[in-house]
């Protein structure tokens, strides 16, 4: 069955990086076989009230059942970024990291790899405190050929809850 998925990522830093992943299954002309339908809302992302990030967000979130947070170089540093994991786990959606650094971006460039969000992101699990990241697994798009792999990984993302 198709996964909603909403992605999470530095907006204004990744967003070239972001549209690869998110469109790699345009690419393939496999929408159905990939596993996951796209339900973020970079398109709308545009400066807005703290108030209407936040309502435009949640309103993204809903019917989705799985967010990969894709993984820049300032990813962890941005606090909409850290809102939509914890949006994400409370609300039970399956949640996956995907370093992005890797991808060329327009100018044929790649970055630096960045810090995981998913381990600044705690709950609590029988009693202790765990991060995130030791819940939820993290890939890498270029070296773990997420083109191919994307619908496992969403895929086995929910499992992991």
Same mark, same amino acid.
């Given at each position: 069955m198709a996964k909603r998925v909403f992605f999470s990522f530095h907006y204004e830093r990744d967003i070239w990086r972001a549209s690869i +992943?998110?469109?790699?299954?345009? +690419?393939?002309?496999?929408r159905e076989d990939a596993g996951f339908w796209d339900?973020?809302?970079w398109e709308?992302?545009?400066?807005?009230?703290?108030?209407?990030?936040r309502r435009m967000i949640l309103k993204g979130l809903e019917n989705t059942s799985v967010s990969a947070v894709? !993984?820049?170089? *300032? $990813? +962890? $540093?941005? *606090?909409?970024? !850290?809102?939509? !994991?914890?949006?994400s786990f409370n609300r039970g959606n399956g949640l996956?990291? !995907?370093?992005? /650094?890797?991808?060329? /971006?327009? @100018?044929?460039? @790649? /970055? +630096?790899?960045?810090?995981?969000?998913l381990s600044h992101v705690q709950t609590t699990r029988n009693g202790q405190t765990v991060l995130l990241s030791s819940i939820f697994r993290t890939y890498d798009w270029v070296t773990e050929d997420g083109y191919r792999n994307l619908a496992s990984w969403v *895929?086995?993302?929910?499992a992991r809850l």
């Open positions: +992943v998110r469109n790699s299954w345009v +690419v393939r002309n496999e339900a973020s809302l709308e992302a545009k400066r807005k009230g703290e108030e209407s990030i894709l !993984i820049g170089a *300032e $990813t +962890v $540093t941005r *606090e909409w970024v !850290i809102f939509e !994991i914890i949006e996956l990291g !995907i370093f992005i /650094d890797g991808i060329k /971006d327009r @100018t044929g460039r @790649t /970055d +630096v790899r960045g810090l995981n969000p *895929e086995s993302s929910k």
